[in-house]
């Protein structure tokens, strides 16, 4: 039988290939996102036929347990769906986009988190992976991007409380830390972007299809093989030494 994964966030960018790539390895794949006709696209380029589509907002408690409560198991869930607050100082960010990012990230995680643990535990057999899209930004700050890199830096320990309470049950969780991956979202780092020192320089991108390699690689780890952390990113980009 098909093992199953849910990617949020499916419907562009990394979560359209982390989902396509989990497909072509023989997943069931269920990818959410906020927009129907994305999702559909992303269904319609599996060559496999095995990704449906779920219209979700991961924000909302109801409806995550809903999606959850009516799948039969699950193997592999990809929390990937993720925000960002318009570029502002820390006396400009508007609370409103502060929220937005924070629920986004941080308590739609959770909540995937949350509902995925708890059919994890009561399948069988029991057991499965979460996998957290991080950031470089858990790690270290862009500047005017304060509410993302928190949410950022709070994944990181909503990882560590899953890895840890998902230890007895076969249940491991993992956070990818991703820098500057070729994507819609990124397409501003090759005309450049603020650094550190004040300077606007452009960045470095990379093929977004490694980073889903190692999604499908980790996914079809066994559960008694844990990876807390993997970092993968644009060689050159301003990681290291950044600040």
Not at 166 to 177: K, V
Request: charged share 20%; proline share 5%; glycine share 12%.
């Amino acid at each position: 039988m098909a093992q199953v994964a849910v990617v949020t966030g499916g419907g562009s960018g990394l979560g359209r290939e982390m989902a396509l790539a989990l497909a072509a390895a023989g997943f069931e794949v269920t990818v959410t996102g906020r927009t129907e006709e994305k999702l559909r696209e992303t269904a319609a380029l599996s060559a496999e036929g095995r990704v449906r589509t779920a219209v979700l907002d991961v924000a909302d408690g109801e409806a995550v347990r809903a999606l959850f409560g009516g799948l039969e198991r699950i193997d592999v869930l990809v929390n990937n769906a993720g925000t960002g607050a318009p570029a502002a100082g820390v006396e400009d960010l508007a609370e409103e986009d502060w929220r937005r990012v924070v629920d986004t990230n941080l308590t739609g995680s959770f909540l995937c988190a949350q509902a995925a643990f708890a059919m994890m535990l009561r399948q069988d057999p029991k057991g499965g992976r979460i996998i957290n899209n991080g950031s470089i930004s858990a790690h270290v700050p862009r500047p005017q991007g304060i509410a993302y890199t928190a949410s950022k830096h709070a994944v990181t320990g909503l990882t560590k409380g899953l890895e840890l309470e998902g230890r007895a049950h076969g249940i491991t969780a993992c956070q990818i830390d991703i820098g500057n991956a070729a994507t819609p979202m990124t397409e501003r780092m090759g005309q450049g972007v603020l650094q550190p020192d004040g300077t606007i320089a452009a960045e470095p991108t990379f093929d977004p299809k490694i980073v889903a390699d190692f999604v499908v690689r980790i996914a079809q780890l066994p559960t008694s093989v844990a990876v807390p952390t993997l970092t993968v990113m644009a060689a050159g980009m301003p990681y290291v030494g950044r600040g």
